[in-house]
């Protein structure tokens, strides 16, 4: 019976002592999920929703635009068109705070049931094209908007682990 009692005292410590996320941290995370479920239900809008009014975005053809107008339009563009029922899935490798109100997110992703592909880009070996997506959100009041938004398509030579 002690030891039963010793070893549920050392588990609650390891528990208690374990590094919670901020709320920050929680945040972020948030909009991330948020990313995904608008983007599988085709909704620019709401995938637009955390995008700061004058953020830069980089797609993965390369093409720039800057503000949260043609971010929206263009996402509601590829959505009605070649994205139009694909499924988004992401996976965050990296969460890392610059400073408190600065957070460079990146993020695997991967596209499934793509209608036509862009000129340069290809799916790997299951249909899916890869992407790393590169983030920078930063603290705005009390909400985070992301600010860079650079995406860039992984070979199919270039190992890259699943997201789940």
């Given at each position: 019976?002690n030891?039963l009692?010793?070893?549920?005292i050392?588990?609650a410590a390891?528990?208690?002592?374990?590094p919670?996320p901020?709320s920050d941290e929680?945040a972020?995370r948030?909009?991330?999920?948020e990313?995904?479920?608008?983007w599988?239900?085709?909704?620019a809008?709401?995938?637009s929703?955390?995008?700061?009014?004058?953020?830069t975005f980089?797609?993965?053809r390369?093409?720039?635009?800057?503000?949260?107008?043609?971010?929206?339009?263009?996402h509601d563009f590829?959505?009605?068109g070649?994205?139009h029922?694909?499924?988004l899935?992401?996976d965050?490798?990296?969460l890392?705070f610059?400073?408190?109100?600065?957070?460079?997110?990146e993020?695997l992703?991967s596209?499934?049931g793509?209608q036509?592909?862009?000129?340069?880009?290809?799916t790997d070996d299951k249909?899916?094209l890869?992407?790393?997506?590169?983030?920078?959100?930063?603290?705005?009041?009390?909400?985070?908007?992301?600010?860079?938004y650079?995406?860039?398509?992984?070979?199919?030579d270039?190992p890259?682990?699943?997201?789940q």
């Amino acid at each position: 019976m002690n030891y039963l009692r010793i070893f549920a005292i050392a588990l609650a410590a390891t528990i208690a002592a374990a590094p919670q996320p901020s709320s920050d941290e929680i945040a972020i995370r948030n909009i991330i999920q948020e990313e995904i479920t608008a983007w599988n239900a085709g909704d620019a809008a709401a995938y637009s929703r955390h995008f700061a009014a004058e953020g830069t975005f980089t797609n993965v053809r390369g093409q720039f635009f800057t503000g949260r107008q043609a971010f929206m339009d263009r996402h509601d563009f590829v959505f009605k068109g070649q994205f139009h029922g694909s499924t988004l899935k992401q996976d965050i490798v990296s969460l890392k705070f610059v400073r408190p109100d600065v957070a460079v997110v990146e993020v695997l992703t991967s596209v499934t049931g793509i209608q036509k592909l862009s000129p340069g880009t290809s799916t790997d070996d299951k249909g899916r094209l890869r992407t790393r997506l590169l983030q920078v959100i930063v603290k705005d009041g009390a909400e985070w908007k992301i600010v860079a938004y650079h995406n860039t398509d992984v070979k199919s030579d270039v190992p890259a682990p699943d997201p789940q």
